[in-house]
């Protein structure tokens, strides 16, 4: 039996479209599937349930929600909560929005470092994230000198977080947000009374 109870869409970071992923699933025979953006449950709604339904895909909404404690960032993942806890929504809004307090903060750094940074476009994005930020840089045909200059090569994505926006890096912001413990708090009381579960994977 295949599952994966860890796959992103186009409402974060990912590239298909809720339905796509189903499809995708439904065509490599993935039984049990579990979309977790970062930070948003926009991906769900009873349409989507009804087309997995008719793929045969086994469905359960996730969550991603994007945490720090000290000098470590957790993304804790929840499943099985109420989408409609009205709560639990308004505070993932909360931490969404300051992705785009984080995203004007960084391109001014950036901007100050010498790129070009598409920050209005950006700003549509819901949950815009690090990633988005340096592909929206390294695509940028204006960056391309200043690309060769610093790294001698145009970077990926990670090597440009890992060496321009990381901490201890030139275009380091901190971002507010939550403890993995108020995360998973916030899963439990958004959790069904049939069942609940959570886990999390640590990025360093």
Not at 43 to 65: S, T
Not at 146 to 172: D, Q, R
Request: proline share 2%; with cysteine; charged share 30%.
């Amino acid at each position: 039996m295949r599952i994966d109870l860890h796959i992103h869409t186009n409402k974060s970071d990912g590239e298909l479209s809720p339905k796509e992923v189903i499809e995708e699933a439904s065509k490599n025979g993935v039984y049990l599937i579990s979309i977790a953006d970062h930070d948003t449950t926009e991906a769900y709604n009873d349409e989507l349930f009804e087309f997995a339904k008719r793929k045969n895909v086994k469905l359960i909404n996730g969550v991603e929600i994007s945490t720090k404690i000290e000098k470590t960032g957790i993304h804790v993942l929840g499943y099985n909560y109420d989408l409609n806890n009205e709560n639990f929504k308004r505070k993932l809004y909360e931490i969404r929005n300051s992705r785009h307090i984080y995203l004007k903060k960084v391109s001014k750094k950036l901007e100050e470092l010498g790129y070009k940074i598409n920050t209005e476009e950006l700003d549509k994005i819901d949950s815009v994230t690090k990633a988005h930020i340096a592909l929206d840089v390294i695509n940028c045909e204006e960056n391309k000198e200043i690309l060769l200059k610093n790294f001698g090569h145009i970077p990926n994505k990670g090597e440009f977080i890992e060496t321009i926006m990381n901490e201890n890096c030139p275009a380091y912001v901190k971002k507010e947000t939550v403890t993995p413990k108020e995360a998973a708090k916030m899963i439990r009381e958004a959790g069904r009374k049939s069942s609940f579960s959570s886990s999390c994977c640590i990025y360093p």
